[in-house]
Each structure stands twice: as structure tokens, then as C-alpha cells.
């Protein structure tokens, strides 16, 4: 008997700008671009605009879909970032890649005002690794400007979430606490087509549930009935597997989540390796169709 992957089910997504993403006829790689000096996966942090605007242009050239601008680190134990620092290191970049970029930019923030200012900017979707958790009125202001949000799961901060990562079913309550977010993103104004969910591997997650959430990815879609994003890149639940390889060194265990996450059906994956992480979804995803 052949075997046989998850079906992806089809979305459109409007993003703001009048863009559309049609998601579910292939997986859609989105490029990480941080902007900060604390990244905890680039060998040489990206501090200046102009750089970071010509790794995003090499990003589209290598086959990113989407751009995932960031200026605040998220790596467990990091601090948050003052509001008027996190804009000096985005917006020069999101204004400078608007006017180039033919693919779609989003803006990595959970705060409001970073996320008004950079959709002002020409950002089209806004990416919360919070899910509406830390500002709640960030819903409000994705509403207003017709983007399209991501909610990823999490609990507590970067600094606690480690100690958050306690559950007796972590599927179950991953899905029951994203769906909250969900119902509180149509409440502040986001129209439910608009919302893409990420179930935030190595987020307040030990790399046990991590892998969990790995092999249930098809449960997961099934259950909040939204696109999938799946953010594996260069993350430490991988480093025991990977005999403690720092983090630019974790592409090849990268590359097996990656071909994981879209044989179980993914419609986005986040990655850092663009290029190389590229052939690996085009690769998988040609094995789902021959299935």
C-alpha cells in the first residue's frame, strides 16, 4: 500500500497593501531577517540597515515567499527590547525593502506601536510570538490597517518561559490556548481569514514537546482549521540530537524538521538558510505529491 501524507487544506489570506497569500498548493518559505545583536542563531549578529536590505534582496533571490523582519530577540532568557529601540532598528530596513521587495514583508514584534509604524511602512502582516498575550491592543491595530496576523504559541516571556513549559497534554492545551488568541484576534477587529497559527517549537516547550508538536502537526491543523506556519530553524531542541552544535551550526537537523514539517503539511516554514532550506521543501514537498 503507497503511503499516505496529511492533505493541506487551501486558504487565501488578504494581507494589507491589497496582497494576497494563497497558501496550501505548495509550502511558502518565509525568510528570518534580525536586525539585533543578540540573535541567538546568526554567527555574525546584523546591526546595520544596509546589510540587513541586501540580505533581504538575496533572501527573495534565493527563493523566500515572505520576509520576517525582526528587531528583538526571543531567545530564551533574552530581555525585552525598549519600544523606540526596537523602531530604530526595523523601520529603516521594512521602508528601504518596501520599495524593492516583490514578496510580502513581516514584521516580528508584539508590540503595537512597532507593528502601526512598520505597517505604515509597508509591512503586510505582523508575526506575535505572544499571540495577542503581551499587548492585546495589537489586535486593534492589525485590524485597522487590514493585515494579516500570526499568533504563535507561548507562554510567559522569553526571560520565564522556561519555567512555563509544564503541561500534562501538551497538544491539547498548545491548541485550546491558541484558540483563545484566535477568538481574541476576531474580537479586536481581525477578520478570521487574516490569521495564520504557528505552534512554537522550542517556545516554553522542553525539546520533548517540541518534537511533539512535530508529530502531530496534522492534529493540530485539524483542530484550529487555520494555516500553518512551523518555525524550526536552527532551534535548541535540536542540540541534544545534534551532539550540542551551536546554533549556526544546526542546518542538517534544521533540514530534517523542515522536510518533516511539510510532508505533515505546513503551509509556511520559517528559516534562517533560505537557499538551501528552499530545495529541501521543493524536494518534500515532491514526495507528498507523488504519495
Not at 190 to 207: H, L, M, N, Y
Not at 241 to 253: E, T, V, Y
Amino acid at each position: 500500500m503507497k503511503p499516505r501524507f496529511p492533505s493541506r487544506e487551501h486558504f487565501t489570506v488578504p494581507l494589507a497593501h491589497g496582497a494576497v497569500l494563497s497558501l496550501g498548493e505548495r509550502p511558502l518559505v518565509m525568510g528570518i531577517l534580525n536586525v539585533t545583536p543578540d540573535s541567538f542563531a546568526d554567527a555574525r549578529p546584523l546591526t546595520d540597515a544596509a546589510a540587513a536590505v541586501e540580505i533581504g534582496l538575496r533572501m527573495e533571490a534565493e527563493g523566500a515567499d515572505l520576509l520576517d523582519v525582526g528587531g528583538e530577540s526571543t531567545r530564551p532568557g533574552a530581555r525585552s527590547l525598549p519600544e523606540a529601540e526596537e523602531l530604530a532598528r526595523v523601520l529603516p530596513v521594512v521602508r528601504q525593502l518596501a520599495s524593492r521587495l516583490r514578496i510580502p514583508i513581516s514584521i516580528d514584534t508584539y508590540k503595537a506601536a512597532v507593528a502601526r509604524a512598520a505597517l505604515a511602512e509597508g509591512a503586510s502582516l505582523v508575526n506575535d510570538v505572544s499571540a495577542l498575550r503581551r499587548e492585546p491592543r495589537l489586535g486593534e491595530v492589525v485590524g485597522v490597517h487590514g493585515a494579516a496576523l500570526i499568533l504563535m504559541h507561548s507562554r510567559g516571556t522569553p526571560e520565564t518561559m522556561a519555567g512555563e513549559a509544564v503541561y500534562t497534554d501538551v497538544i491539547a492545551e498548545m491548541i485550546a490556548e491558541l484558540g483563545a488568541s484566535v477568538d481574541a484576534a476576531v474580537r479586536a477587529g481581525v477578520t478570521a481569514s487574516r490569521i495564520i497559527v504557528d505552534p512554537g517549537v522550542g517556545f516554553a516547550k522542553r525539546p520533548s514537546h517540541s518534537y511533539g508538536v512535530l508529530a502531530r502537526l496534522p492534529d493540530i491543523a485539524a483542530a484550529l482549521r487555520r494555516p500553518l506556519l512551523v518555525g524550526v530553524s536552527r532551534k535548541s531542541f535540536m542540540r541534544e540530537a545534534l551532539a550540542d552544535r551551536a546554533a549556526a551550526d544546526r542546518d542538517w537537523g534544521t533540514a530534517a524538521a523542515v522536510a518533516a514539517s511539510v510532508l505533515a503539511g505546513a503551509h509556511i516554514v520559517r528559516v534562517h538558510a533560505v537557499g538551501d532550506m528552499a530545495q529541501v521543501v521543493r524536494v518534500a514537498e515532491e514526495i507528498r505529491r507523488h504519495a
